[in-house]
C-alpha cells in the first residue's frame, strides 16, 4: 500500500508539473492577453538588482549634467588562483546600452505571459522557486520596492521563466527576454561609443593643442560615396580618410569612473557636425602620462566617464595627428 501511496504521489506531482508546462508557442504573444503586474513610469524606476549564485548586476538611475542615465555594476565571484574554495569579487562598472533602457522600460510596466495563481509546496518545487532561486529586486524613486523570485525555465523553448511575486504572492511567467540580459556577463554594457548615427555625419573639426583642422564629408562619384574634403574643395583627401577610419574604430576595453582625465595627457579632440553645422558629439583621446605608457582613454557623451581604449588603433592615432595637423600637438 505504501508503494501504491508513493506511485501517487509521484504521478500528482507530474500532473501538476505537466499542467504548468507548455511550449513558447502555445504562450499568449498579443499585449491584450498579457497580464498586468503594475504600471509605472519608467523615469520612476530607480534601481534593478538580480542575484543568482555567482553574479549580482545592479542598474542604477543616476542624475546627469543634463538628465539622468542607466549605470550598470557587475559583480562576479570566482575563485582565486590555486584556491578553487575561497570566492573573489571581480567588480566591472559600465554605461548601459539602449537594451538596458528598454529593460527597464519593460520591468516599469511590468506585463507576465500568464498569471499561475497562489501556489502551494508542490508548485514552488514544480517551478524551481525552492532551491537557492535567483531574485530580481526593483526600487521605485518613492522608495517602493517589488521583489520577483525566479524559477526555471519553462519547458518547451522560448527561455520564458517561472516567477514569484513577493507581495501578490501569486506565479506568473514572464518572458526570457527579460532575463537573459541579466544572466550574461555585460551583456548590457555600452558598446556603441556615439549616440549619433555615422551617416548623419557631414563635417568634423579636428584639434591637437593649439592646431585645429576643419574637413567636411560629402558624396562624390556615381553611386555617390562619402569623401573627405577639405571645406573649399571636391577633391578627396584619402590621408584624412585613412585617418578617420582608424579613428572610427576606437572602442573601450573597460570603463574607468576611478579616472580623472585631468591626469592625462590629451591626445586630439574631435567634434562631430550635421549637416547644419552642429555639433552631434565630441570624441577625446588621451594617454596617460608617463613617457613609456600605451595605456589610453576616450570619453564621448556616450561613454559619460573615460574608457580604456584599444591600444594598438589609439597609439596609431597619436602617431598620425601631428602629420596630419601639420603642426606641434598637445603630445608633443
Do not use: C
Not at 582565486?80 to 520591468?107: I, M, W
Not at 516599469?108 to 500568464?114: E, H, I, Y
Not at 592646431?211 to 562619384?221: D, K, L, V
Not at 572602442?251 to 586630439?268: E, F
Amino acid at each position: 500500500m505504501k508503494s501504491v501511496a508513493v506511485h501517487g504521489a509521484l504521478l500528482a506531482l507530474a500532473l501538476v508539473v505537466a499542467f504548468t508546462t507548455w511550449t513558447a508557442e502555445q504562450l499568449p504573444e498579443a499585449d491584450r492577453t498579457l497580464v498586468q503586474l503594475w504600471n509605472r513610469d519608467p523615469a520612476d524606476l530607480a534601481t534593478v538588482t538580480f542575484r543568482s549564485a555567482d553574479r549580482t548586476v545592479v542598474i542604477e538611475r543616476r542624475a546627469g549634467r543634463d538628465s539622468s542615465y542607466l549605470w550598470g555594476v557587475e559583480t562576479q565571484q570566482r575563485p582565486l588562483s590555486g584556491e578553487p574554495v575561497a570566492p573573489q569579487a571581480q567588480l566591472e562598472q559600465y554605461p548601459v546600452s539602449e537594451d538596458g533602457t528598454a529593460l527597464f522600460e519593460s520591468l516599469s510596466r511590468l506585463r507576465a505571459l500568464r498569471d499561475l495563481g497562489e501556489p502551494d509546496a508542490d508548485n514552488l518545487a514544480a517551478y524551481g522557486l525552492t532551491a537557492a532561486p535567483d531574485t530580481l529586486t526593483l526600487r521605485f524613486r518613492n522608495g517602493d520596492e517589488r521583489l520577483l523570485t525566479v524559477g526555471r525555465t519553462v519547458v518547451g523553448g522560448g527561455g520564458h521563466r517561472y516567477v514569484l511575486e513577493a507581495t501578490a504572492g501569486r506565479v506568473y511567467v514572464l518572458s526570457g527576454n527579460l532575463f537573459q540580459p541579466l544572466e550574461f556577463e555585460a551583456a548590457l554594457r555600452l558598446a556603441r561609443i556615439h549616440d549619433f548615427l555615422a551617416d548623419d555625419v557631414r563635417g568634423i573639426v579636428l584639434r591637437a593643442g593649439e592646431t585645429e583642422r576643419h574637413m567636411q564629408r560629402q558624396p562624390a562619384g556615381e553611386p555617390p560615396q562619402f569623401v573627405w574634403t577639405a571645406p573649399d574643395s571636391d577633391r578627396p583627401d584619402q590621408a584624412f580618410a585613412n585617418f578617420m577610419e582608424q579613428l572610427d574604430r576606437l572602442w573601450v576595453a573597460r570603463y574607468r569612473s576611478d579616472v580623472d582625465t585631468d591626469t592625462l595627457l590629451a591626445i586630439t579632440r574631435a567634434d562631430y557636425l550635421d549637416a547644419e553645422g552642429d555639433t552631434l558629439g565630441t570624441l577625446e583621446l588621451f594617454r596617460a602620462r608617463a613617457a613609456d605608457s600605451t595605456t589610453y582613454f576616450l570619453r564621448t557623451r556616450a561613454t559619460i566617464v573615460p574608457g580604456e581604449a584599444y591600444g594598438p588603433v589609439a597609439e596609431r592615432i597619436e602617431q598620425d595627428i601631428t602629420t596630419l595637423l601639420g603642426g606641434r600637438t598637445r603630445a608633443d
